[in-house]
């Protein structure tokens, strides 16, 4: 089993910057990768970024392109988004999630337990 302790989530203005981490625990070396998803109230789940353990190969969602950034350091076990450039259309509540490069795409076989964010216009 792996367990994911999301943290740094919180509200912020439209343009501002927030910082999320994830604290991966347990049996770690048994995943490829990390990544993100969210979700918006009254909407689906959907990717947001993610790496390879390894390599450090990202990956990111159309939406978040150029403003958000994935990071992981290995020795600590924790994954990490920069988000900036928010907009109120990132409001959301992000998870952080472990499994299989490619399967992050659109699962995984681990969930972290939520971070709100929460951008305000």
């Known amino acids: 089993q792996v367990q994911l302790v999301e943290s740094g989530g919180g509200l912020v203005q439209a343009g501002g910057s927030l910082r999320l981490s994830c604290a991966a625990s347990g049996r770690t070396f048994s995943t490829q990768a990390m990544g993100w998803f969210r979700q918006a109230p009254g909407k689906e789940r959907e990717f947001v970024a993610r790496i390879r353990w390894s390599t450090g190969t990202t990956f990111y969602a159309d939406s978040v392109k150029g403003r958000f950034t994935i990071a992981r350091d290995n020795a600590e076990n924790t994954v990490y988004l920069q988000m900036n450039s928010l907009k109120p259309e990132d409001t959301a509540v992000y998870y952080c999630?472990?499994?299989?490069?490619?399967?992050?795409?659109?699962?995984?076989?681990?969930w972290g337990q939520g971070t709100q964010v929460t951008v305000s216009s």
């Open positions: 999630a472990a499994g299989g490069y490619y399967m992050l795409r659109t699962t995984a076989d681990y």
